[in-house]
Structures are given as structure tokens and as C-alpha cells.
């Protein structure tokens, strides 16, 4: 069953929805992808959202093929949106792609797997699934990245993060922020090694594991 939790955004009247957050975290994400997305190759977004940062990335990274993807119609049909604007050549259709199901792609689709502001919003069982599909999805020396909020162990990096894992968690008692340690377990229990933690604003984290 796919739960989610749709960010707050404001619609233009071609459909295209811009998201506060995703408008502040866009550029200092690009500068850190530098450093952990390959050359060339494709990259499957997952939960994608509003498809800001698909345009932003697909645009940053020319040499990359973009292929945006979420489990609710209405945010892919904010993505589309979006890449009819930009009219980029490396920016495809939004995939309907639900974390926690099998997904639409191939053996060794892609090169590498992002999600962005995802886990703390999904229950243990549904970051286990991500791992799992995204070692499926990747080819040989693919990797996996993941940004958003993190416990580092049992600590929160500050008091605004826990009250935000307070609200979550009274809203679903089964999501809520994981430990940079529990997401580095699953991910070597898919078959993962990882690979770079880099801090980034906002006390958030971009976590990066590949396939050894
Ligand atoms: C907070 S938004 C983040 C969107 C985007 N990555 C960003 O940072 O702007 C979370 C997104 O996750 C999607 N989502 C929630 N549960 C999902 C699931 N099980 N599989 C795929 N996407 C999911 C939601 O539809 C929503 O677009």
C-alpha cells in the first residue's frame, strides 16, 4: 500500500507545482552531486515531487539522463508539467514508481538512484524496499543516494528536527526521521557498501552507497 505525504506547493495554471523547499535546497544539492553522481549515464529520481529538482538537475547535469518518478498521479503530473516547460533533451516522462512495489524498469536501468526528502516520510520496511529495488535497478558500480534529515544514532541534530519527527510520528506512528547507522544497515543488507556522508544545510545529510 503506498503512503505518502505530499509537501506544500503552490500551482501555476499550466500545472506545474513549486515547492518552498525544493526551491532552497536545489542549488547546494547540484554542488554535492558533483561529487557523487557518475559522468554520464542515467539517473532515476525517485519520489521526485513537484519535478523542480528534475528540472534543476537535468539542466545542471547535461551529460545525465533524468528519469523523474513518484507514486502520486498529481505530483507526476506537476513533473510533466515542468519538463514540457524546460523543454530539455536528457529530462524524460515521470515513471509511476512506488518504493515499496516492484518497479517499472529493467535489470541495470540506471547508473544511479536519488531520492530526496523521502525516508523520514516511510515506514523501516519501505527504505528496506527502496534498497532492494535500487540494487536491482542499478548496473554494475551503480549507486544509491539519499538526502534528507537524519537521527545520527539516537540524536537529533537539533530541536527544530525533533519537533518535525514529533508531528510525523503523531501523524503515523510507523515514519518518522532513521539514524544515518539504521539506513547504512539496510543498505548493506541490499547489497550495498557505503560510500560518503556529506553534511549538508540545514543539518540534512546526502548518504551515498554503492554496489562494491
Ligand atoms: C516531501 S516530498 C519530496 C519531493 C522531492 N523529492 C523534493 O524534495 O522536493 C515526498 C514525495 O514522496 C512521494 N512519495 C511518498 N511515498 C512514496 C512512495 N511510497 N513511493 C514513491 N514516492 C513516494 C510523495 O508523493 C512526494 O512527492
Redesign the pocket.
Known sequence: M??????QANEAPDGRRT?P??LR?AAPLIEALRHRLPAEGRVL??????G??ATAFAEAFPALDWVP????PG?RESIAAWRRESGLQNFAEPLA????APWPVTNGFAQAVL????LH??PDT?VSRLFENARETLSDNGRVIVYGPFLRGFDYASEGDRSFDVSLRARDPAIGYKSVEAVSELAVEAGFTPVANDSMPANNLLLSFAIP
Open positions: 503506498a503512503r505518502h505525504i505530499i509537501q515547492a523547499a525544493a535546497n529520481e525517485v519520489a521526485s515531487g513537484t523542480q529538482h518518478s513518484d507514486v502520486d505530483q514508481l512506488d518504493i515499496a531520492t530526496v526528502n523521502l516520510l516511510v519501505f
